[in-house]
């Protein structure tokens, strides 16, 4: 028996997106062993394992649907409850990660950020958390300088690109956008012992939280991912249009 290894696929390099790229990506959601409020998120979400904390998180990836990057791949965290809270009790991370998660949802349907008919506050209601996986949306792609030594840098969403702005409109239609580089300096390195050394995902960034809160920041208002709404029955909107 012979093994024909002319029909391989190239080798993937480990080189990252380039800093402030735009393109269409898909979510898919890397379910936990911590189970969600909502019924179809048992086992959705993970635990921090930074001692002490409180945190819960989704566990995001995200591959590039098309273009120069096709096919690339990036993980993110988002904060889910816990950590530090607000003046009212509130996830701060959770507020972070909700305000980011609405936008895919715009960013995906094609809806006005300011939208707030009757029509478009139905497609943002979903039955859970659960309901993210297999979003497509148009974002623009950072490099996050690591702040540790042990890690390298790593691709992480800048900003979800919404379809008031003109590159949403080009990214749609399958049009190459220039890459606009955010400009971030790299922060300076700090030597951490080994018992002090944070874990990849919880490093800062605008749109993952840092969750190596302490206990005593526990919150004390649970995640509520779809506030003062009635479920949706069948599901969002890009999985039943």
Not at 175 to 185: D, I, L, Q, T, Y
Not at 194 to 211: H, Q, R, V
């Amino acid at each position: 028996m012979t093994f024909d290894m002319n029909d391989a696929e190239p080798q993937k390099t480990g080189d990252l997106i380039p800093d402030g790229s735009f393109a269409k990506i898909t979510m898919a959601i890397r379910p936990g062993n911590v189970d969600g409020q909502s019924e179809i998120d048992q086992g959705l979400l993970k635990a921090s394992n930074s001692p002490g904390s409180d945190v819960l998180m989704l566990d995001a990836e995200f591959t590039v649907v098309e273009g120069p990057h096709a096919k690339r791949k990036f993980w993110q965290m988002f904060t889910v409850s816990g950590g530090k809270v607000d003046e009212n009790g509130v996830s701060i991370g959770w507020k972070i990660s909700k305000s980011t998660l609405r936008a895919m949802i715009d960013s995906a349907l094609g809806l006005a950020p300011d939208d707030m008919s009757e029509e478009a506050k139905a497609k943002r209601v979903l039955r859970g958390l659960k309901d993210f996986d297999g979003i497509t949306c148009v974002a623009k792609i950072k490099v996050e300088p690591s702040s540790n030594p042990q890690y390298s840098d790593s691709n992480k969403i800048d900003k979800i690109v919404l379809p008031n702005e003109a590159e949403w409109r080009k990214i749609m239609d399958g049009e190459v956008v220039a890459a606009a580089p955010s400009n971030r300096s790299r922060p300076a390195q700090k030597t951490q012992s080994p018992a002090s050394t944070t874990p990849a995902w919880g490093s800062s960034s605008d749109s993952a939280p840092n969750t190596t809160a302490p206990a005593q920041a526990k919150s004390t208002a649970p995640a509520q991912p779809a506030a003062q709404a009635q479920p949706a029955a069948q599901g969002p909107a890009w999985l039943n249009p």
